[in-house]
């Protein structure tokens, strides 16, 4: 009996945590990476925000690494959010342009640099030849709220954007664009809450996202956190 109920509560285990290379293996890997706050806006707040300029980068280079892992000869994307990092480098006194290039330099990246959640849309639906490379993961990391992918939080104006992918542009993606099977997962806070369920509405592939907000660590993908939080599949 003991052992029984012990298979289950693995078994429960399992079903509920996000796998988080679930992908089909033949295709293309499109990690999504917004930029970061400045602390010009951050500094004055309790809990500011993105004290190291690399938060995003970095999550997104420990994911890189899984996934070169298992599929070697993956072709892997970066779509990162460019004027972001540019205002920040002013903040920093060095171009991070040249530590992102390193990334994609020993990782064999597609690094695309964009501006908005239009030049996103317009790449999962056109940045390959889709009848024949079909998007079999789709990752985002940066800030973010229930309804919205926000590039530059906190950047060109305190605590909002100016630059993001609304969860209504969401219809503008082809479903066509992915393989079937495919992966999606926001690393960002609160995407479970609302946008996940406009994701899979509009492309037909299941989103993982937070409900509640999520924390970027140095050596590890981001961790959820706060009373209540918690990973789901819409």
């Known amino acids: 009996m003991k052992r029984s109920l012990l298979l289950l509560l693995l078994l429960s285990l399992l079903l509920v945590r996000p796998a988080h290379a679930a992908a089909p293996l033949n295709g293309e890997y499109v990690l999504l990476v917004g930029g970061p706050s400045l602390m010009v806006w951050e500094k004055y707040k309790l809990q500011p925000h993105d004290h190291w300029w690399a938060n995003f980068i970095r999550a997104a280079r420990i994911r890189t690494e899984q996934i070169r892992a298992t599929a070697p000869d993956a072709k892997i994307t970066w779509l990162v959010y460019r004027q972001g990092y540019k205002d920040r480098g002013v903040q920093e006194k060095q171009d991070l342009f040249t530590f992102i290039d390193s990334v994609r330099d020993k990782f064999n990246l597609n690094l695309v640099y964009i501006g908005n959640g239009t030049d996103v849309i317009n790449y999962l ?11 079999v993961d789709f990752e985002y990391f940066g800030h973010s709220n229930a309804k919205c992918f ?3 939080y906190s950047s060109n104006i305190e605590s909002a954007c100016k630059s993001w ?4 542009e969401l219809r503008k993606i082809s479903s066509r664009s992915f393989a079937r099977g495919a992966f999606a997962k926001s690393w960002g806070c609160h995407t479970g809450e609302s946008m996940s369920k406009k994701w899979y509405a509009a492309t037909g592939v299941p989103m993982w996202g937070v409900i509640g ?3 970027y660590m140095m050596d590890e993908l981001p961790i959820i956190v706060g009373q ?3 990973w789901v599949q819409r």
């Open 213 to 215: 907000k999520t924390q």
């Open 165 to 168: 992918l609304h969860e209504d």
């Open 150 to 152: 926000m590039f530059d």
């Open 125 to 135: 639906n056109g940045g390959q030849p889709r009848d024949s490379m079909k998007v």
């Open 228 to 230: 209540g939080a918690k």
